[in-house]
């Protein structure tokens, strides 16, 4: 692709030169209320300069629409993440609960049994 994106703007560069050096007629250009005497190579030129600038400006908008899309495939993917972390830490909870019971007493099977406590009395570090 590359290649042939070369290959084309060599092929524009050198029809412009020739275009701009085989007419040197004289030519009255009206733009914008205005007159301007010049030059067929010139108002060519003229022309040239209007295309790159408009490459230019579809380009900065190509890249901020990728851009922009980008970043919200990343926000999207961050908002399942978290998602998908809220939905553990709540399957979690639940198991916790069901270890506590409905007594507020620890069950034996739980990881970290409070021995020689009374129940509702703990320890807040």
Excluded: C, W
């Excluded at 926000?75 to 019971?101: D, P, Y």
């Excluded at 507020?104 to 099977?109: I, M, N």
């Amino acid at each position: 692709m590359l290649p042939l994106g070369l290959l084309l703007v060599i092929a524009a560069g050198v029809v412009g030169a020739v275009v701009a050096a085989n007419n040197t007629d004289a030519t009255t250009v009206s733009a914008f209320g205005q007159s301007y005497d010049t030059t067929q190579a010139g108002l060519f030129l003229a022309g040239a300069v209007a295309g790159v600038v408009l490459v230019l400006g579809l380009s900065l908008m190509i890249a901020g629409a990728r851009r922009r899309r980008v970043k919200g495939k990343r926000s999207r993917m961050h908002v399942r993440e978290v998602k998908a972390e809220r939905e553990q830490l709540a399957e979690e909870n639940a198991r916790l609960r069901e270890q506590v019971g409905s007594d507020g007493v620890v069950h034996p099977e739980d990881p970290y049994p409070i021995e020689g406590r009374r129940a509702g009395k703990r320890t807040v570090l």
